[in-house]
Nanobody, 124 residues
């Protein structure tokens, strides 16, 4: 089992940037895809971005495409989410998760280890 800890959330004004980190401990992290999801109050958890096991493939939700960038450093067991041009509708708790597969996936139940989440609040 992989343990995941997210960090880097906070309060930012609209148009600003944040970089989230997802630090993993445990074996086999580098062998699996990783995803970021978010959940706003009163809403279902939604897919944000995914990166393949070696970083060669990425995939984004339409709502963040062109503004967010997912990357990974397997030597550091860390995945990042660079978030630029933030909007109030990006406000949510952001979770990282490791997949059971090597390739990118948007499907919630393909992910079997989840972090506790980090709060991102974007003020208008």
């Amino acid at each position: 089992q992989v343990q995941l800890i997210e960090s880097g959330g906070g309060l930012v004004q609209a148009g600003g940037s944040l970089r989230l980190s997802c630090a993993a401990s445990g074996r086999d992290f580098s062998n699996y895809a990783v995803g970021w999801f978010r959940q706003a109050p009163g809403k279902d958890r939604e897919f944000v971005a995914s990166i393949s096991w070696n970083g060669g493939t990425t995939y984004y939700a339409d709502s963040v495409k062109g503004r967010f960038t997912i990357s990974r450093d397997n030597a550091k067991n860390t995945v990042y989410l660079q978030m630029n041009t933030l909007k109030p509708e990006d406000t949510a708790v952001y979770f990282c998760a490791t997949s059971r597969f090597r390739t990118v996936t948007t499907i919630n139940y393909h992910y079997n280890s989840w972090g506790q989440g980090t709060q991102v609040t974007v003020s208008s």
